[in-house]
């Protein structure tokens, strides 16, 4: 905005700040001076001789006094002449007082003056107006409260985009007031902002509060519960317990929302350490629950609110097909299916393609033939033997049903090579793809030894649930160190990119590593597993089904877990990944059928996703392809954490399903963390501020109220 001050002289308002007092100044040193006063002399004496010589008239007077101008414009550019102007602030000078209102201000571990008080209630204190009168009398004092925009549901401290916010917002800014426990999960390092603060001369005044000791506390940090359970089968529920106390607890872990009475477990936990363990719990009745996994305040504990957690879970009746495809039957073979048979929750079929006879084997549970791909499409997991493509085992088409099963119907696929070396053929057909491991082709009948090898848990063997043979991790690695050994392995040479392997040889490697025994991978919408060796039915030696059965038990529920998570008449609704996250992708798939059982081509399929604050999205999920028999699927990203409910339906076949889908918060905000005080003193540090403690903010706020006035600003024009 321009303004006229007086007279012809005007002046510019520009953010706050009066441009005026233009000046001309010039950046001489002694020695351009002297040389301009020599040169100035030497030219005014030649310009009077010329004149002189040249009859004293007025034209060569003329010339000769040009001549002599030109001398001085040259003289004055070496001397470096610059037009300025002068900037006063035509405003009163802010102060803002920045305090943090992020979730970690909750930590009661401020004490002041004896008293402990929350970091919210210490940071209160401070921003009275009271508090700040001194300063209030020579600048104005804005006080903001900061954390993050973030979605709800997904709180964080960014304290970089605080600070340069403030800086964009405010004119005549002379230094901001950083309340805080300096604890940033969100955006980048505060550092990143103090050094634009530092170039525009804004220096940051730091107040810290919290302790950097961590508080003594007890936490039940986490309990990885599946999203749902079968009616009359136990529901293993893994929990984590950290202690923060300098003691060992003896305490009772309790279970609660079963609809019966609590399920209850004395654990110990060590002083300053962890400890993993988990519940087993029996519904007796289907229906939506929700759990509550608790342990008891201890004695020294400051806080209540962690020692609970919500678990949400769908029981339900579970109906789960599956189907062995096996040529000869070896011990591997006829103790999967007794396991199997033996499981009431799963319906299994068998397809024996003996080399030796010219018909299928037949018998209870037995199939005559290898089944057409609608009926193939009911199966949740297929076991495929010691079987190959060829005259007595699969053809090419059938090979392709089995990945279409696999990649859009959400089955699952497990391979069991054997001593005759059928699968080898399997690299020439769909299947080979699939497959986690490579083949050693050169060595078709696998590897046999005289002394007993022995399975080797991978870092993500440890982890997985698949191999989850114990609850402790520590018991659970013992157990699959004293597992009767094994004489035969197939000559895997390394897994695929993209597979997981879990456990390997203990000592027999390949030119790439140990050799994998059990990997798994992913594959479209379904899961694809690998055993190495046909030796797990000894495993019951001793112990009879317990860990076989477990293991095999495991996978199939592992694999046919997405594929049953809701399913209706004509469409079936899943997710992945199987614990979806706030914040991070979420892919939907539906597979619809047709009124006449036939796999709808195209169509309007929706899912509804409606969040736990009410919040609705609509996902339009889109057909996959020709060949993906019926499969439609979309993206979309959970904001919040809790219970999802997704309505799926179909335009073109009316078919209408809702599920629930919970997905774990993010929790950046840690009530109980230690303050970082460092960061607030490395920011005030950088730019040229001070950082002091709550007990000194009165001086503090004494010496801000003393600063001088700023200096006018001069500024090139």
Same mark, same amino acid.
């Given at each position: ?17 009066? *441009? ?14 002297? *040389? ?62 920045? +305090?943090?209102? !992020? ?25 009275? %107006? ?39 917002? +405010? ?43 961590? $508080? ?49 477990? $004395? ?59 096996? !040529? ?15 499981? %009431? ?67 699952? $696929? ?100 140990? =050799?994998? $025994? ?19 039915w000894r495993w019951r030696k001793g112990v009879e089904d317990l860990y076989h059965y477990r293991f095999w038990g495991q996978v199939v529920r592992w694999m046919a877990y997405q594929r049953n998570m809701s399913q209706g008449e004509s469409m079936r609704l899943f997710f992945s990944p199987d614990r979806p996250e706030a914040g991070s992708a979420v892919t939907l798939n539906a597979n ?44 979309? =990203? ?65 010496? *801000? ?10 500024? %090139?024009?």
């Open positions: 905005m321009f303004e006229c001050v007086s007279g012809d002289q005007c002046s510019v308002r520009v953010n706050g700040f009066l *441009l005026a007092a233009v000046f001309m100044t010039f950046l001489w040193t002694p020695a351009s001076l002297i *040389l301009s006063l020599l040169v100035l002399l030497a030219g005014a004496a030649c310009c009077v001789v010329s004149w002189r010589r040249g009859g004293r008239t007025r034209a060569v007077a003329a010339l000769e006094l040009l001549r002599f101008v030109l001398i001085v414009l040259v003289l004055v550019t070496l001397n470096q002449p610059e037009l300025q102007r002068e900037v006063r602030p035509d405003e009163q000078p802010r102060l803002v007082v920045l +305090h943090d209102v !992020s979730g970690s201000m909750k930590t009661r571990d401020s004490a002041v003056q004896s008293v402990v008080s929350t970091r919210q209630e210490t940071a209160d204190g401070l921003i009275r %107006p009271e508090v700040w009168q001194p300063v209030a009398q020579r600048m104005q004092v804005v006080f903001e409260p900061f954390s993050a925009a973030e979605p709800i549901g997904a709180g964080g401290t960014d304290l970089q985009s605080a600070l340069l916010a403030a800086a964009d917002r +405010h004119t005549g800014l002379r230094g901001l007031v950083v309340i805080s426990d300096g604890d940033w999960n969100i955006g980048e390092a505060p550092a990143v902002a103090a050094s634009q603060l530092r170039v525009r001369g804004i220096p940051i005044y730091s107040v810290p509060v919290g302790s950097e000791q961590r $508080l003594p506390d007890l936490i039940l940090t986490a309990a990885d519960a599946p999203t749902f359970g079968v009616a009359g089968k136990a529901v293993r529920i893994p929990f984590r317990i950290t202690s923060w106390l300098p003691q060992e607890s003896s305490l009772a872990v309790t279970l609660t929302g079963t609809q019966g009475e609590p399920v209850t477990k $004395l654990v110990r936990v060590p002083g300053m350490g962890q400890l993993q363990d988990a519940l087993e719990w029996k519904p007796t009745q289907t229906g939506e629950y929700t759990l509550s996994l608790q342990i008891p305040v201890s004695d020294g504990e400051i806080r209540e609110d962690n020692n609970q957690l919500q678990i949400p879970i769908a029981v339900r009746e579970e109906e789960l097909k599956v189907l062995i495809v096996e !040529s000869l039957p070896r011990w591997e073979y006829r103790y999967l299916r007794n396991a199997l048979e033996r499981d %009431p929750g799963v319906d299994v079929s068998c397809l024996l393609l003996h080399p030796d006879l010219t018909e299928n084997g037949g018998g209870r549970g037995y199939l005559a033939a290898f089944p057409e791909d609608a009926q193939l499409f009911e199966y949740d997991v297929v076991f495929l033997g010691d079987v190959g493509v060829g005259p007595r085992g699969l053809s090419v088409q059938q090979c392709a049903s089995l990945k279409q099963l696999v990649r859009t119907q959400a089955g699952g $696929l497990v391979f069991l090579p054997g001593i005759q070396g059928n699968q080898n053929t399997l690299v020439n057909s769909e299947l080979d793809e699939l497959l986690p491991v490579v083949m050693n082709t050169s060595v078709p009948r696998g590897r046999g030894t005289t002394r007993p090898g022995r399975f080797a848990l991978t870092e993500a063997g440890r982890r997985s649930l698949l191999t989850r043979l114990e609850a402790d991790d520590v018991e659970n690695e013992k157990i699959w160190n004293g597992l009767p050994g094994f004489y035969w392995y197939a000559a895997a040479e390394r897994a695929r990119a993209g597979a997981q392997v879990l456990a390997t040889h203990d000592s027999e490697s390949t030119a790439f590593g140990r =050799v994998p $025994l059990i990997a798994a991978r992913t594959s479209g919408t379904g899961k694809v597993l690998y055993m190495g060796s046909d030796g797990a619809v059928m047709t009124a006449g059982g036939e796999p709808l081509r195209e169509g309007a399929v929706t899912v509804q996703a409606v969040a736990p604050s009410g919040a609705t999205e609509t996902i339009r999920l889109a057909a996959s392809g020709q060949d993906s028999w019926g499969l439609f699927s979309g993206d979309f =990203v959970p904001r919040e954490g809790g219970q999802y409910i997704l309505r799926a339906a179909c335009a073109e076949t009316g078919a209408r399903l809702e599920m629930r889908m919970a997905v774990v918060g993010q929790e950046r905000e840690q009530v109980g963390q230690p303050a970082r005080p460092d960061v607030l003193r490395e920011i005030s540090r950088m730019t040229r501020g001070e950082s002091t403690d709550v007990a000194s903010v009165q001086q503090l706020v004494q010496r *801000l109220a003393a600063m001088p006035e700023p200096a006018p600003v001069i500024v %090139p024009l």
